[in-house]
């Protein structure tokens, strides 16, 4: 599988827009809180290499403990995420593969147990957003890693 364009070049206004709605989720507490597993749980079920590549090589970076980062693929069965991260998964889960007829109510109901309103909202975005780049990356197909000296991810350790 080859490398198509470089949508970042191509696009390169709308890329640099798209880079700062991003970037200003990150600076949301629930976005620092969980973000990271938000991000490599879209990437893993939309069959983004290089998200996933990036999003566990941030988590590292971040603290996050590698079997952690392991477990995310199967976060339902696993005792490493509390329910508020479990009820995230799950909500990451259902907004990126949309059924049918829309996000049940009881899907809703439980993210909202676990978290406020405006937690709701900026983990939807989180998840919108994510799921926009993984769809950049799987139609463009960018080599994993090959930004990793540009986002600061060789601090990882991971090769």
Not at 24 to 42: D, F, M, Q, W, Y
Not at 64 to 76: G, K, P
Not at 113 to 118: I, R, T, V, Y
């Amino acid at each position: 599988m080859s490398q198509r364009l470089n949508y970042y070049k191509a696009s390169a206004e709308t890329a640099k827009k798209y880079i700062d709605f991003s970037q200003s989720l990150k600076n949301r507490p629930v976005i620092a809180e969980l973000g990271h597993l938000v991000t490599l749980r879209a990437s893993q079920l939309n069959g983004c290499a290089f998200c996933v590549d990036m999003h566990v090589k941030e988590g590292k970076i971040h603290g996050e403990r590698e079997l952690r980062l392991h477990h995310v693929a199967i976060w339902w069965e696993s005792p490493l995420f509390n329910e508020r991260e479990k009820a995230a998964l799950a909500w990451t889960e259902i907004v990126t593969h949309l059924p049918a007829h829309g996000v049940p109510d009881e899907a809703y109901e439980s993210v909202c147990e676990h978290f406020s309103e405006e937690e709701v909202s900026d983990l939807t975005f989180l998840i919108v957003g994510i799921n926009g780049w993984n769809r950049l990356s799987v139609a463009f197909r960018p080599v994993p890693g090959s930004a990793d000296e540009m986002f600061g991810l060789g601090k990882a350790g991971l090769k």
